[in-house]
């Protein structure tokens, strides 16, 4: 026996051997005063006290805390029974070996065997000295008023702290850690079952005994322990499931860093381990991302190279157990750990691991081990969907930053000169200039000297010019030697004339270019908003006047002036005409055509319009379409073209083909209230269901106005009618409103689509854009499919609907009309229960 504490802990030892001794010491005391006595005890009566003690131990409760299940019986209510039964020296003898003999039976240790037996010892000895103290009765064996009842309930108080404070006095020397920390823990719980066992040994010493109760007795004791168990048992379920369910809703994050964290600290609670981490992998350096939160409550992030392939050969979906150092690092103790590897939901591979950690071993149940694999499958998914939202935002700022820069300089390019012009246009009062650059003698430089050289110039000059501009301003390069600088909050035409100078001062210098002193000068164009221009397109075609002007006399600089322009003129009288062009009828529609990717069938079509100018011929919409914003024609020429869209559709569904139409709105149309009222007007009109109608819209203008934007779009939702976000990735997306927005529909730009296979980068964001819209539930909708290629790679990425010139031009409403009755290729039909269209979202929702 006492060779098994040879390697335990100092403190332990002495506290087992503290007890052996003082329990040991009780019973020889009883046996003695047992034997010397007069005491007359009945043996039906030490049997059935012993009896009450071995059931009390069998008919366990176990309750964990951290990595210790503890175990809580019925102990107490048997010894105030058996305080009632038989006299003091008799039930210290009979209690230990009672408990002896049940945890022998049981399969435990022999130390423990002992230990167990010995505390019983003590705790009965002060338990029945209590209730001598307060009931002032040398024998109990009959009720004397309420000091008795007391007393058997102070007995019984006694008997749970001693009984506790032997039981946690070994937790504690064999843990190492505070007695007090072990205490509260489960002091709750112990002093719930302490007053649950009190209140049933009163009431069954209120019952009348004879033969029938007796014979009773065993059935209601296992029925009250059936009720008190399962009350327990139903308590801790819904207090863990209740966890969970708050657990999952704190995982809904798509920020890896903020899932990681909330995993941690739910998990701690969730499986009452004593330290947690999560490890992930960060392919980034190769190694792991590690968080940590141990019992100073407070998460860790730090990153290793180590574990990598140990991570990679756990089992999927296993919960594995192990030995090994203790998370917080500077520690040796030897602790226990349960390692659950986490998954991607797509596929086997291993994201990470969730780690607890146990100060001792833990023996986890079914539905402990169940809770810990479901949490961990909700981890892992919402780890998954945080590092897609983050790999689909990086690839879109890594291709927003090609797209709207230049290779060359680094310099914005036109796309992002055009947005930053349009933002500070939008400033209400704004006063901007902007400054187009040509230089001088650049192409015979370059032919000369050779593409290399001039790169090196074009890379000299970009410099030379953000050296004299603010950080407010913006210089761009708009291809081969021309550069545009914008000036926002341009207080007079001198501060750009300033400027102007600034800029050929520093072109006129001398450029030092592998070894050669390179003269280049440059010319200067100037225009302003809104003194002379009343858009960006305006402000670019007034300032590349100006520039051509200035290169007439090389080197120097020309602000723009109507009186040697006669465009502007002409721009007023197309705004007139187009007016007029709304009451003639003269713009017309042409529709391209949609195709499903999983069988080629026709399943919509989007309305593009076009002016049949009297004179000019037909004019695309890039010529006609501001003019319509900035004339104040923009709710007319909308409801005129969504009327006419709406009648086409009406027209498709007669001729037995159901499919759907697209429309295309402005930031504008979709800050005014009458737009939704305008639509449904136009459905009725031509008894059209509203779900055939696709308003495609773009990221910006979902940005724009928010609420404005938000309001109108809800009224449309609720009619019916199905959003699309147009160009989707070239703007500035939200996830959060695209949720929000309820829309139904992405359209991948024509740029990545075009690209993709050939650009790695582009294939990337279409496949990423592809995968967060299903796992949105929307349909998404490929534009600029110009080859088979390119549609046989979008078919193996799921891709719903494509778009562009393989599969069809835009074509006159007439010309349209016959492709569907000639059923080439395919037409979807009304005949159907759900069109196609349609059914993809359905399924898609349903996952």
Same mark, same amino acid.
């Given at each position: 026996?006492?060779?098994?504490?040879?390697?335990?802990?100092?403190r332990?030892?002495?506290l087992?051997?503290t007890v052996y001794?003082?329990?040991?010491?009780?019973?020889?005391?009883?046996?003695?005063?047992?034997?010397e006595g007069?005491?007359?005890?009945s043996?039906?009566?030490?049997l059935?006290?012993a009896?009450?003690?071995?059931?009390?131990e069998?008919?366990?409760?176990h309750?964990r805390?951290?990595?210790?299940?503890?175990t809580?019986t019925?102990?107490?209510?048997?010894?105030v029974?058996?305080?009632?039964?038989?006299?003091?020296?008799?039930?210290?003898?009979?209690?230990?070996l009672?408990?002896a003999?049940t945890?022998?039976?049981?399969?435990r240790?022999?130390?423990?065997?002992?230990?167990?037996a010995?505390?019983?010892?003590?705790?009965?000895?002060?338990?029945?000295?209590?209730?001598?103290v307060?009931?002032?009765h040398?024998m109990?064996?009959s009720?004397a008023?309420w000091r008795?009842?007391?007393?058997l309930?102070c007995?019984a108080?006694?008997?749970s702290i001693?009984?506790?404070a032997?039981?946690?006095?070994?937790?504690s020397?064999?843990?190492g850690?505070?007695?007090?920390?072990?205490?509260?823990r489960?002091l709750p719980?112990?002093?719930?079952?302490?007053?649950?066992?009190?209140?049933?040994a009163a009431?069954?010493?209120?019952?009348r005994?004879?033969?029938?109760t007796?014979?009773?007795?065993?059935?209601?004791?296992?029925l009250?322990?059936?009720?008190?168990?399962g009350?327990?048992s139903?308590?801790?379920?819904?207090?863990?499931?209740?966890?969970?369910?708050?657990?999952?809703k704190?995982?809904?994050?798509?920020?890896?860093?903020?899932v990681a964290?909330?995993?941690?600290e739910?998990?701690l609670?969730?499986?009452?381990a004593d330290?947690?981490e999560?490890?992930?992998?960060a392919?980034?350096f190769?190694g792991l991302?590690?968080y940590?939160?141990?019992? /100073?409550? *407070?998460v860790?992030?730090t990153q290793?190279d =180590?574990?990598? @392939?140990? $991570?990679? &050969? #756990?089992?999927?979906?296993?919960?594995?157990?192990?030995?090994?150092?203790?998370?917080?690092s500077?520690t040796a103790?030897?602790?226990?750990a349960?390692?659950?590897?986490l998954?991607?939901p797509?596929n086997d591979q291993a994201?990470?691991?969730l780690r607890?950690?146990f100060?001792?071993?833990?023996?986890?149940?079914?539905?402990?081990?169940q809770?810990?694999?479901t949490?961990?499958r909700?981890?892992?998914a919402?780890v998954?969907?945080a590092?897609?939202?983050?790999?689909?935002?990086?690839?879109?700022?890594?291709?927003e930053?090609?797209?709207?820069?230049?290779?060359?300089?680094?310099?914005?390019n036109r796309?992002?000169?055009?947005?930053? /012009?349009? *933002?500070?246009?939008?400033?209400?009062d704004a =006063?901007v200039? @902007?400054? $187009?650059? &040509? #230089?001088?003698?650049?192409?015979?430089?370059n032919?000369t000297l050779?593409?290399?050289?001039?790169d090196r110039?074009?890379?000299a000059?970009?410099?030379r010019l953000?050296?004299v501009?603010r950080?407010?301003?913006t210089?761009a390069?708009?291809?081969?030697?021309e550069?545009?600088?914008?000036?926002p909050?341009t207080?007079s035409?001198?501060?750009?004339?300033?400027?102007?100078k600034?800029v050929?001062?520093?072109l006129?210098?001398?450029?030092?270019?592998?070894?050669?002193r390179?003269?280049?000068?440059?010319?200067?164009?100037?225009?302003?908003?809104p003194?002379?221009s009343l858009?960006v397109d305006?402000?670019?075609a007034?300032a590349?006047i /100006?520039?051509?002007?200035?290169k007439t006399a090389?080197?120097s600089s020309?602000?723009?002036?109507?009186d040697?322009?006669?465009s502007?003129?002409?721009?007023?009288?197309?705004?007139?005409?187009l007016?007029?062009a709304?009451?003639?009828?003269?713009?017309?529609?042409?529709?391209?055509?949609?195709?499903?990717v999983?069988?080629?069938?026709?399943?919509?079509?989007e309305?593009?319009?076009?002016?049949?100018?009297p004179q000019?011929g037909?004019?695309?919409?890039?010529e006609f379409?501001s003019l319509?914003?900035?004339?104040?024609?923009?709710?007319?020429?909308?409801?005129?073209v969504?009327?006419?869209?709406?009648?086409?559709?009406?027209?498709?569904?007669?001729l037995?083909a159901?499919?759907?139409?697209?429309?295309?709105?402005?930031?504008?149309?979709l800050?005014?209230p009458a737009?939704p009222?305008?639509?449904?007007?136009?459905?009725?009109?031509?008894?059209?269901p509203p779900?055939?109608?696709?308003?495609?819209?773009?990221?910006?203008?979902?940005m724009s106005?928010?609420?404005?934007?938000?309001r109108?779009?809800?009224?449309?939702?609720?009619?019916?009618v199905?959003?699309?976000?147009?160009?989707?990735g070239?703007?500035?997306?939200?996830?959060?409103f695209?949720t929000?927005a309820?829309?139904?529909e992405?359209k991948?730009?024509?740029?990545f689509?075009?690209r993709?296979?050939?650009s790695?980068?582009d294939?990337?964001?279409?496949?990423a854009?592809?995968?967060?819209?299903?796992g949105l539930g929307?349909?998404?909708?490929?534009?600029?499919?110009?080859?088979?290629?390119?549609?046989?790679?979008?078919?193996?990425l799921g891709c719903?609907?494509?778009?562009g010139f393989?599969?069809?031009?835009?074509m006159?409403?007439?010309?349209?009309?016959?492709?569907?009755?000639?059923?080439?290729?395919?037409?979807a039909?009304?005949a159907?229960?759900r069109?196609?269209?349609d059914a993809?979202?359905v399924?898609?929702?349903?996952?």
């Amino acid at each position: 026996m006492f060779a098994s504490l040879s390697g335990s802990p100092r403190r332990l030892r002495n506290l087992v051997l503290t007890v052996y001794v003082l329990g040991f010491a009780c019973m020889a005391v009883a046996g003695v005063y047992a034997r010397e006595g007069n005491a007359k005890v009945s043996g039906t009566h030490v049997l059935l006290a012993a009896f009450l003690v071995a059931a009390s131990e069998l008919a366990v409760m176990h309750l964990r805390f951290g990595g210790e299940r503890y175990t809580y019986t019925w102990s107490e209510a048997a010894v105030v029974l058996g305080i009632v039964l038989i006299p003091y020296p008799h039930l210290v003898l009979v209690a230990p070996l009672a408990v002896a003999l049940t945890h022998s039976l049981s399969g435990r240790q022999p130390m423990k065997v002992y230990y167990n037996a010995a505390s019983a010892a003590i705790a009965v000895t002060v338990a029945r000295l209590t209730m001598v103290v307060v009931s002032g009765h040398g024998m109990v064996t009959s009720s004397a008023g309420w000091r008795y009842w007391v007393g058997l309930a102070c007995a019984a108080g006694v008997y749970s702290i001693a009984n506790s404070a032997t039981t946690t006095a070994a937790v504690s020397a064999s843990q190492g850690v505070p007695m007090g920390s072990v205490l509260r823990r489960h002091l709750p719980a112990t002093l719930g079952v302490l007053a649950g066992n009190t209140l049933v040994a009163a009431l069954l010493l209120q019952i009348r005994w004879n033969a029938a109760t007796v014979a009773m007795l065993p059935v209601l004791l296992g029925l009250l322990y059936t009720t008190y168990r399962g009350n327990l048992s139903a308590r801790e379920d819904r207090d863990t499931w209740r966890e969970l369910e708050a657990a999952s809703k704190d995982l809904a994050s798509l920020d890896v860093d903020q899932v990681a964290r909330v995993a941690v600290e739910r998990s701690l609670r969730l499986a009452r381990a004593d330290e947690v981490e999560i490890l992930l992998r960060a392919d980034d350096f190769g190694g792991l991302q590690r968080y940590h939160l141990g019992p /100073a409550g *407070e998460v860790s992030v730090t990153q290793t190279d =180590a574990g990598v @392939l140990d $991570l990679l &050969d #756990l089992q999927s979906g296993a919960l594995v157990s192990s030995v090994s150092e203790s998370i917080t690092s500077g520690t040796a103790t030897s602790s226990h750990a349960l390692v659950l590897r986490l998954d991607s939901p797509e596929n086997d591979q291993a994201l990470g691991a969730l780690r607890l950690q146990f100060r001792s071993g833990v023996r986890l149940t079914d539905r402990e081990r169940q809770v810990l694999v479901t949490f961990g499958r909700s981890v892992a998914a919402s780890v998954y969907n945080a590092q897609l939202y983050e790999q689909t935002r990086e690839a879109s700022r890594r291709h927003e930053h090609e797209a709207t820069h230049d290779s060359l300089t680094g310099l914005p390019n036109r796309a992002l000169l055009v947005r930053r /012009a349009a *933002e500070y246009l939008a400033v209400p009062d704004a =006063a901007v200039s @902007l400054l $187009l650059v &040509d #230089l001088d003698h650049f192409k015979s430089i370059n032919d000369t000297l050779g593409h290399p050289t001039g790169d090196r110039l074009l890379q000299a000059a970009a410099q030379r010019l953000q050296a004299v501009l603010r950080t407010t301003d913006t210089i761009a390069r708009l291809g081969g030697d021309e550069f545009a600088i914008l000036l926002p909050d341009t207080q007079s035409a001198e501060d750009s004339e300033r400027v102007a100078k600034a800029v050929l001062a520093a072109l006129a210098t001398p450029v030092l270019v592998d070894g050669l002193r390179l003269s280049v000068e440059g010319s200067v164009g100037i225009a302003h908003y809104p003194a002379d221009s009343l858009n960006v397109d305006e402000l670019l075609a007034h300032a590349d006047i /100006a520039l051509y002007q200035a290169k007439t006399a090389r080197g120097s600089s020309r602000t723009y002036s109507r009186d040697h322009d006669d465009s502007s003129v002409s721009r007023l009288t197309l705004a007139a005409e187009l007016r007029s062009a709304l009451a003639r009828d003269e713009l017309v529609l042409h529709f391209q055509s949609q195709h499903s990717v999983a069988d080629g069938r026709l399943v919509a079509a989007e309305a593009l319009v076009r002016w049949h100018h009297p004179q000019r011929g037909l004019l695309p919409p890039s010529e006609f379409i501001s003019l319509a914003e900035d004339s104040g024609l923009a709710h007319d020429f909308t409801n005129y073209v969504l009327s006419k869209a709406i009648r086409e559709a009406a027209t498709w569904r007669d001729l037995g083909a159901d499919l759907h139409v697209s429309v295309n709105l402005s930031a504008r149309n979709l800050l005014d209230p009458a737009l939704p009222q305008a639509v449904e007007t136009a459905l009725q009109r031509h008894n059209l269901p509203p779900s055939v109608l696709v308003l495609e819209i773009t990221e910006r203008t979902m940005m724009s106005e928010l609420e404005v934007v938000e309001r109108v779009l809800g009224e449309l939702r609720q009619l019916g009618v199905q959003l699309s976000v147009d160009d989707f990735g070239t703007g500035y997306s939200s996830m959060t409103f695209l949720t929000r927005a309820a829309v139904n529909e992405l359209k991948v730009d024509r740029d990545f689509v075009s690209r993709m296979t050939v650009s790695e980068s582009d294939a990337a964001i279409v496949r990423a854009t592809i995968e967060l819209a299903h796992g949105l539930g929307l349909r998404v909708v490929a534009e600029g499919v110009e080859d088979a290629e390119t549609f046989a790679a979008l078919h193996a990425l799921g891709c719903d609907i494509a778009q562009g010139f393989h599969l069809g031009r835009p074509m006159p409403a007439d010309v349209f009309r016959s492709r569907i009755l000639a059923s080439e290729p395919p037409v979807a039909r009304v005949a159907a229960q759900r069109g196609p269209y349609d059914a993809r979202v359905v399924a898609l929702r349903q996952r």
